[in-house]
Nanobody, 120 residues
């Protein structure tokens, strides 16, 4: 079992920054952030594998950074240059199978979600 407890998020104007945190009971082979915009399907945002290799959705590349702090057992998503289209419910997630991709299929552990609202 892996427990994920999220914090952070909130409201910000376009161009601003926010950092999301996800406290984990343990890191797994693959950790990720997903988001679900209002009225849309959930989409992958960023992943980081056990060795620190990261991947990003094209829509957030060069603006968002996923990272993990093993000493604090915390996963982060630093979001810069935010746009109104980044408005969504954000979730941290983890799985223990092979690979580390933005497809949500293998992720079986999920945080409770946190709102991010970006106003223009």
């Amino acid at each position: 079992q892996v427990q994920l407890v999220q914090s952070g998020g909130g409201s910000v104007q376009a161009g601003g920054s926010l950092r999301l945190s996800c406290e984990v009971s343990r890191f797994t082979i693959c950790m990720a952030w997903f988001r679900q915009p209002p009225g849309k399907e959930r989409e992958g945002v960023a992943t980081v594998n056990y060795f620190g290799r990261t991947s990003y959705a094209d829509s957030v590349k060069d603006r968002f950074t996923i990272s993990k702090n093993s000493a604090k057992d915390t996963l982060y998503l630093q979001m810069n240059a935010l746009k109104p289209e980044d408005t969504a419910m954000y979730y941290c997630a983890a799985h223990t199978s092979t690979g580390c991709y933005l497809d949500s299929t293998p992720y079986i552990y999920w945080g409770q979600g946190t709102h991010v609202t970006v106003s223009s």
